[in-house]
């Protein structure tokens, strides 16, 4: 393969992203001159300096001074431990923490399950989730986990397969699980 494919293949394994649009990507690169293209490398290469992943609960946070392997929200004393709401994506973290609606802690699965799909526990962070829940429902803190799923078919059927595995856990530790409700 040649360098222009080579890197459109890159930008096909991002979301939404199809043979057509990558190949426009890796031409506007192209371009766009060496001087840009040198910037986008290196503000790349500063999300390993600057980025880390909470975890608890998964979400990527910008380091700064923070050593600890905690987001703010969950190191923080003014979290209400006492929920925990489950996301599919950071952008769904996003825009329910720009509510300020909200203030326990979060989840977030990293996707939504196809109805389909052969392989649950390597599409979504189930295997973390459980030890999550199990962790904070042993402190006795944790009371109420919800479902924030998309209204979607997929997002459905996470929130399905989520309730269904945590099911042994909510009963262990008398946890109530709900799921955000839906409009009109």
């Not at 880390?52 to 998964?58: D, H, K, L, P, V």
């Not at 923080?76 to 006492?82: A, G, K, P, R, W």
């Not at 979607?152 to 709900?178: F, I, W």
Request: aromatic share 8%; charged share 25%.
């Amino acid at each position: 393969m040649n360098p222009i494919e080579n890197l459109a293949e890159y930008f096909l394994k991002f979301p939404g992203i199809g043979p057509r649009q990558a190949r426009r990507f890796v031409y506007f690169l192209l371009s766009s001159g060496n001087a840009f293209r040198k910037t986008l490398a290196t503000q790349i290469l500063a999300l390993d300096n600057a980025v880390s992943q909470c975890m608890s609960c998964q979400r990527f946070f910008i380091r700064g001074s923070n050593t600890s392997p905690l987001c703010d929200i969950c190191s923080s004393s003014h979290t209400n431990n006492t929920m925990l709401l489950i996301v599919e994506k950071e952008t769904d973290f996003d825009a329910i923490k720009k509510t300020n609606a909200y203030d326990g802690r979060y989840f977030i699965l990293g996707g939504s399950l196809p109805i389909l799909e052969q392989n649950p526990n390597e599409k979504i962070r189930i295997k973390e989730l459980v030890e999550e829940v199990a962790k904070q429902a042993e402190n006795g803190e944790l009371k109420e986990i919800i479902l924030a799923m998309g209204a979607t078919r997929d997002g459905e059927n996470t929130a399905q397969y989520v309730a269904k595995t945590l099911e042994p856990l909510a009963k262990k530790y008398s946890l109530r699980v709900s799921a955000l409700g839906r409009g009109l």
